[in-house]
């Protein structure tokens, strides 16, 4: 699919279900289509993106991306990972900071 209609990468989504609190969606950002994953929701509006009307779509987290544009991103050092800060509790009830990254949120359009 990439290769016969010039895409960079596809990222594949469903329709949200109220099954769908912990992943990702996408939004509009500075002109921009991105990846928005529920780590990176303030706690204030957590119950708006746990909403299927305001945000429809959950990414299933399956990529095609063409290795020609990774290798170009690489070698240009324009790859933007940001860096999710996720606490969490562990059982015993020790609080950790988990960082991730996610590689769709990677990807701007």
């Not at 895409?7 to 996408?26: I, N, Q, S």
């Amino acid at each position: 699919m990439c290769l016969d209609q010039a895409r960079e990468f596809v990222m594949e989504v469903t329709d949200k279900t109220r099954a769908d609190v912990k992943g990702g969606t996408l939004i509009q950002y500075e002109g921009k289509l991105r990846l928005l994953e529920g780590a990176q929701v303030p706690k204030e509006h957590e119950e708006d993106f746990k909403s299927v009307k305001k945000f429809n779509v959950f990414n299933t987290n399956n990529l095609w991306i063409s290795l020609p544009a990774i290798q170009r991103v690489v070698d240009e050092n324009t790859l933007d990972m940001e860096i999710i800060v996720n606490p969490k509790q562990l059982d015993g009830g020790v609080n950790v900071v988990q960082l991730e990254t996610a590689v769709g949120a990677a990807m701007k359009c």
